[in-house]
């Protein structure tokens, strides 16, 4: 089970750091992800981190913007997300995946959480 939070309304510029406990099974060799959907749109991939080694992607959009990190010993992963942008504004998932390389697709993952709404005013 994945369980996400701290999503919320804010404005442009500012920051939000959400945050998922994976719970149920040990995920420390799992990679673990954030995905989102904004209205009208299909879901993206936002970032991933791998589990036995500190490394992690992003997509463009994002890169310099958003942080991933994990914690492997309590089974969470976060999003810093500063300087958001109304474009940001999407329900955000976490997932987790067996291979890094993969965890990007939607086939990749293998366990997703409910949302959290982050909403962007501009």
């Known amino acids: 089970q994945l369980q996400a939070s701290g999503g919320g309304l804010v404005q442009t510029g500012d920051s939000l750091r959400l945050s998922c406990v994976a719970s149920g099974r040990d995920f420390s060799n799992y990679s673990m992800a954030w995905f989102r959907q904004a209205p009208g749109k299909e879901r993206e991939f936002v970032a991933a981190?791998?589990?036995?080694?500190?490394?992690?992607r992003y997509r463009n959009s994002v890169k310099g913007r958003f942080t991933i990190s994990r914690d492997s010993a309590k089974n969470t992963v976060t999003l810093q997300m500063n300087s958001l942008k109304p474009e940001d504004t999407a329900v955000y998932y976490c997932?987790?995946?067996?291979?890094?390389?993969?965890?990007?697709?939607?086939?990749?993952?293998?366990?997703w959480g409910k949302g959290t709404l982050v909403t962007v005013s501009s």
């Open positions: 981190v791998r589990g036995s080694v500190n490394v992690a």
């Open positions: 997932a987790v995946g067996q291979s890094y390389f993969t965890i990007s697709l939607d086939n990749g993952v293998d366990f």
